[in-house]
């Protein structure tokens, strides 16, 4: 009879929050205690919102307190209801688990047997005046047996969905409640407030329960937004992309079977409303007469807010039926008056379900009415609103006209997503003549499309801002005049300047010289900028010069303070290339004062290359700092996604990695609860992966696939992605995946950039280097030929890149000074470990201690670490214990700080900055046995244990004793290891067997 006992449901996923809510109902209830007083609760909330979730966790709480728990239903059957169906179900459990009580309470208040089932007379079918039990009976009946139950041990009963309660249920709780209990006896009654409507049967009987002395209430209010996203992320254990998440957020609005069906939805990959969400809603829907619900479909054509007299005049009701309607929607929990004159849906979804129940001819007459609604009072923010209707209403005249004037109204007030979305929905319109010709007024789709990229970029999309400027100028339109072209390639170039892009900015700068009028306007002082910028980009730097000091005379001369700014800036970066970064800073302070008094935007790209430049000095304090203030300025003027804002996000991340402020530096690059665009997010992610990588946290490589998409589009993401990649692969010993990656990257950003040898290639080589060594220790001597030879090509590149500044006039930064000494300290770690063109002691100790010092001069805490790791390394096995220790001990102390997993194992292994142990290690490398001497020598030709065994006839477990006493002796980590100190410590040639000997010849 009862199928749906969810209570009984083992419930897998843990509960998320409600904390508070659960230790209020400990405390009502008493619910862990073991003599608590009698209480009655009544636990109310919406549908879906996680009552019986909460109750559930209450009942494993109760019962690991030693409580006995009884929970009934109640279902809705509509009007076929079962009497006393909760108490029923709640004493037929009894009855199962516990049939003797049952028995011995029946016999004792026979008139129980009422709401046992199995056990009710077969006569009693409650029409037979002989048989009928008083309900006062019944009544005393229910109430002495559970008292007498609290007597035994603290009973907690729960009665779940009172809102589908039948009549003689609500009396027999009322009953309960009237009378209290002499013993331990809680009572939680729970139901959907959502669904107590004024006629609703129960409400009355509520407010009457609520006024009984005793009777607490506990209202579930909806999740918070990050207990929704713990939701989420407990219910699809797979990352969302960011923005996927917030919508569920927004929309779910803390109920919890929407998240569920919202994720769910969303995992099978469809934005409408997933379809058991809508039926439920819909039934909601149902339950409104006629006029309320002819209210609420036109409430549901208006979006989520509809004022008074515009829902009048469209639904054409009279004004009492209009009342009626309203004050039923509202009673009925679905429309709920917002601010004075105006009415919502109560959960945005409802308004959905409502919508998509339109039909499709139905929804297009209610829109042509809004649009004649509105076209009356067209005022200031209901562009947006009058293009939607107009637009659904098949209007597409009045919708490109109001689209762009809503566009214009949004990038005014800095919504630059909101305009981004109007522009496009206008050029949409635009594409069509008819249109175009109807719109009136006429409509400038070249202006049109400047101002939809100008808002892509602002939006952080500069991609897009470049995609619709291409097809506009790829458009074979016939209509576009030479100067109108001329401002699409500026436009274009504006936008591939401030990414990458393999769009070639200073052909569509010198092109557009061309076409847009020699006269002194505005528009061409702006292109002279774009211009000198675009040259820079090039590396013409005395060119670029030239441009920028035209340009800013001209800006100057009319008066156009903004591009001053921006050509100050470009003219100051040009200065620090040209080897003078002490003039460029200063003449950077100023411009960004100067910007931050007039609120330009412009103050980004200068706080941009004014960190740029302590950068590059190894002043990393100084450009946290600057980065941070970018990253602040650019939120407080709302485009913390457009470039240069979001840059100075991800570079703040960077260098608080490279100080060392790890936390600072996650914290920097979370978005939780942000709506960043794809390119955006993935640039910060990228930026956490190097502290997950830094702290061995291995599940980051599973971020990779869905950074990798956005490598195309920022050099940067690329770089940053594969530099902490190689160590998340290499540290897990997967040395293919670090090499994959690395090659990946460069072959990514080679083409982005159309250089094969850019800068950062040092750094990637260098990890990989490092990665390569570490392998060496691993790997069979087969391996080794072909590990030397790619380390000898990373180190290569690493040197040409290195000296590309310098070909260019420049100066090379000191990040870059500190990447070279580590590359070419790793090499000769790489060459020393596998015993090929092995380089002499002093070299490879000197190379090592240059990286250190290096990673002082630009401070990056980690390689700091790392390098001073393998400088003890190097130490130890050149026999230089008392000069290793110092390093490895401040390395450990640096990774112990930072948290650094994999560089603590790196330093385990070599037994460093650990006290005890290393004396007790180096006197051992003189006690090598003769055997062990032996088998050395055969580890060196690459033998594996069984050839060993077998040449000296041996078991090969015997051999791997002798093998790892070796290394311990050695103090080395691996095979390689052992033989490289063997080696530079001329162990292997004194007293090796003939034998072995004449094989090592043969
Ligand atoms: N705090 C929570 N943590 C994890 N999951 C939750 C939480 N709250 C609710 N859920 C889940 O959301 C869904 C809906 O919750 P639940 O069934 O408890 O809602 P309800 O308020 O009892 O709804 P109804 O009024 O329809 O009975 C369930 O699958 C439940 O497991
Ligand atoms: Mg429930």
């Known amino acids: ?124 079918t409650g029409d037979d005046p002989a048989h009928r039990v008083d309900r006062g009976e019944l009544f005393e009946a229910v ?24 009549q003689s249920t609500r009396d027999l709780l009322s009953f309960l409640f009237a009378h209290g209990f002499a013993t331990p006896v809680s009572l939680i009654v729970s139901y959907r407030s959502d669904d107590l409507h004024r006629r609703h049967p129960l409400r009355a009987t509520a407010a009457q329960w609520a006024r009984v002395s005793g009777i607490d209430r506990v209202e579930l209010s909806p999740l918070s937004d990050s207990d929704v996203r713990l939701l989420v992320r407990s219910l699809h254990p797979e990352r969302l992309r960011e923005s996927d998440m917030h919508t569920v957020v927004e929309r779910a609005e803390g109920n919890a079977f929407f998240v569920e069906e919202l994720v769910a939805a969303a995992a099978s990959g469809g934005g409408a409303l997933p379809r058991d969400l809508a039926g439920l809603l819909l039934v909601r829907l149902d339950q409104l007469d006629e006029g309320a619900r002819q209210v609420v479909r036109v409430a ?167 995609a619709l400027v291409q097809a506009r100028l790829d458009r074979p339109a016939p209509g576009i005049t030479p100067p109108e072209r001329g401002r699409l390639l500026h436009a274009l170039a504006t936008a591939v300047l401030l990414t990458d892009s393999t769009v070639d900015a200073l052909a569509a700068t010198t092109e557009a010289l061309e076409l847009v009028p020699a006269e002194p306007t505005p528009q061409r002082a702006r292109l002279l900028s774009t211009h000198a910028g675009a040259l820079a980009d090039r590396n013409r730097d005395e060119d670029a010069t030239r441009w920028a000091s035209d340009a800013l005379a001209l800006a100057r001369e009319l008066g156009l303070g903004d591009l001053a700014t921006d050509v100050t800036t ?45 950068l590059e000095q190894g002043r990393l304090s100084d450009a946290l700092a600057v980065f941070r203030r ?42 939780a609860g942000q709506a960043p665009p794809a390119v955006a997010e993935a640039l910060l992610a990228a930026v956490g992966l190097s502290v997950a990588a830094g702290r061995g946290d291995h599940k980051a490589v599973e971020l990779l696939p869905h950074i990798r998409p956005y490598w195309s589009q920022e050099g940067m993401i690329a770089i940053t992605t594969a530099g902490a990649s190689i160590d998340l692969f290499g540290d ?160 450990r102390a640096t990774a112990r700080r930072l948290g650094a997993q994999p560089l603590i194992t790196e330093l385990d292994s070599l037994g460093a900055g650990a006290p005890g142990r290393r004396d007790e290690r180096e006197q051992s490398h003189e006690t090598l046995t003769p055997r062990e001497r032996e088998v050395l020598a055969l580890v060196a030709e690459g033998r594996s244990n069984r050839e060993i065994a077998e040449r000296l006839y041996i078991s090969a477990k015997t051999v791997s004793v002798h093998v790892s006493n070796i290394l311990s002796k050695l103090a ?14 001329d162990l292997l040639t004194e007293g090796v067997p003939p034998a072995a000997v004449k094989d090592r010849t043969s």
């Open 143 to 166: 109430h002495a047996t559970l008292e007498h139950l609290g007597g035994e041990a603290p009973l907690l009963i729960v009665v779940e969905d009172v809102h589908w309660a039948d």
């Open 732 to 891: 897990a010993g997967d040395i293919g995946g670090a090499i994959a990656v690395h090659d990946d990257a460069v072959a990514s950003v080679g083409g982005l950039w159309q250089n094969p040898d850019f800068a950062a290639r040092i750094r990637l080589g260098a990890l990989l280097l490092g990665q390569l060594a570490a392998e060496a220790s691993r790997t069979a001597a087969s391996e080794r030929v072909a590990i030397g030879r790619l380390g000898g090509t990373l180190l290569a590149v690493a040197e040409r890149a290195a000296e590309r500044p310098a070909k260019m006039g420049r100066r090379r930064g000191r990040e870059g000074d500190a990447w070279l000494a580590r590359a070419r300290a790793e090499h000769l770690r790489l060459r020393w470990l596998i015993g090929i063109d092995v380089p002499d002691a002093g070299e490879l100790v000197g190379a090592w201690e240059h990286a250190v010092a290096a990673f002082e001069r630009y401070p990056h805490v980690f390689e700091h670490a790392r390098s001073q790791a393998r400088l003890c390394a190097v130490l130890r096995s050149s026999g230089e214990a008392a000069r290793a220790r110092e390093p490895g001990e401040a390395a």
């Open 300 to 466: 549901s054509a208006a979006g989520r807010g509809i004022p008074h007299e515009v829902l009048a005049e469209v639904a054409g009701m009279d004004g009492a039926a209009l009342e009626q309607g309203l004050r039923d929607a509202v009673e009925r929990h679905v429309l709920v008056p917002a601010g004075p004159d105006s009415y919502a849906f109560r959960h945005a979804m409802l308004g959905e379900a409502a919508y998509d129940d339109l039909l499709p001819g139905e929804r297009v007459r209610l829109h042509a009415d809004f649009v004649r609604a509105l076209a009356t009072r067209v005022a200031a923010g209901t562009a947006a609103e009058l293009a939607r209707h107009a637009r659904l209403a098949h209007d597409a005249a009045t919708a490109l006209r109001a689209s762009v004037l809503a566009g214009d109204e949004a990038a005014s007030v800095g919504g630059p997503d909101e305009a981004l979305a109007h522009y496009r929905m206008a050029l949409e319109l635009s594409a069509d003549e008819v249109t175009l010709d109807r719109a009136g007024d006429p409509v400038d789709v070249v202006e049109l499309t400047v101002k939809a990229s100008a808002a892509a970029t602002a939006a952080g999309q500069v991609h897009k801002a470049i």
């Open 630 to 671: 970018g990253a602040e300025r650019a939120r407080e003027i709302g485009r913390p996604w457009a470039p240069y804002g979001v840059d100075a996000r991800a570079l703040a991340g960077l260098v608080a990695y490279q100080t060392g402020d790890w936390d600072s530096a996650t914290s920097l690059v979370d978005v």
């Open 1 to 124: 009879m009862i199928g749906d006992v969810p209570l009984d449901l083992p419930v897998s996923n843990p509960i998320i929050g409600r904390t508070n809510e659960l230790e209020r109902l400990a405390a009502l209830t008493g619910l862990d205690e073991t003599s608590p007083p009698a209480s009655a609760v009544l636990l109310s909330g919406d549908a879906g919102i996680g009552k019986t979730r909460l109750l559930a966790a209450a009942r494993a709480r109760a019962e690991a307190a030693g409580r006995r728990v009884l929970v009934g239903h109640c279902l809705d059957f509509g009007d076929s209801v079962l009497p006393y169906l909760p108490f029923s179900e709640l004493f037929g459990r009894l009855d199962a688990e516990s049939p003797a009580l049952v028995q011995a309470m029946i016999d004792k208040h026979p008139p129980l047997r009422r709401v046992v089932p199995g056990r009710r007379p077969p006569t009693d």
């Open 570 to 614: 470009t003219l100051a970066r040009l200065k620090e290339r040209g080897g003078e970064p002490e003039a460029s800073q200063v003449a950077l302070e100023k411009v960004i004062e100067e910007a931050h008094a007039s609120g330009d935007p412009a103050e980004l790209r200068g706080l941009h290359h004014l960190g740029g430049i302590h």
């Open 972 to 985: 080395a980590a691996g095979r390689t290891e052992a033989v490289a100190i063997a080696r530079r410590r």
